[in-house]
């Protein structure tokens, strides 16, 4: 029996410490889809070949749309792609500078999806890894319970089930704001200091926390 879903579910995407500028400049983060067609600033930590498949993966819960028309968040801060990036040994990663120079963002779950319904921004969730060709899709809170959240919060992940539940992602199409981020985890001081520099002309400033406990 899987544990029910928290009261308040929080959201999380990790990227690297020197995107965050091109991100509040851009206000907000966009879709892979988006970025293929503009020029992005930064390190790109995801795998490439991932990348390409989520573009055409279609999300069945939301007709005519695909996964990488959507920006990603896991239900955890310490995901299994953070940990690929900690070891920093997997053949399709690209990115070799391992988990310090990433940052965490976090957002809270339902005011994300009431915004999203106020602008009539489509959203949805998976059940498992997104970018895999089995997943299915939900887009009704209702259907929160059908998350493995036991598997969410696990920190052992060594078997496919809870490593393939703890991959479920919240997807929300085009763009995410800036300003729905509500706290920002980091690895080190140097880190939150890098952080800190550039929200000082941020008009939105999430608080900035060094948080062990996001990371490996």
Known sequence: MTAA????????????????ASVIADGGLFSDARMSQRAGAGTTIGMTDIK??????????????????YVPFYFCPRSVMLFLIYKANHPNLTYRGGQV?????????????????AAGQAWAFSLANAGAYYTAFRADLAQLHEINWAAVGA???????????????????????????????????????????????????????????WYY
């Open 101 to 117: 120079p990433i940052i965490t963002l976090e957002a809270d779950l339902h005011e994300v999806v009431a915004h999203a319904e």
């Open 52 to 69: 390409a498949r989520r573009l055409a993966l279609p999300v069945d819960c939301r007709p005519g749309t695909h996964v990488g028309d």
């Open 155 to 213: 920190t052992n992940f060594q078997s496919a089930d809870i490593k393939e539940g703890k991959q479920a992602e919240f997807l929300m199409h085009g763009s995410f704001p800036w300003s729905l981020v509500r706290r920002i985890g980091v690895r080190t001081n140097q880190v939150q200091a890098a952080v800190a520099k550039h929200l000082e002309s941020a008009a939105h400033k999430p608080g900035v926390q060094v948080r062990l406990d």
């Open 5 to 20: 879903p928290p009261a308040q579910p929080k959201i999380y995407h990790i990227l690297h410490v020197d995107r965050l």
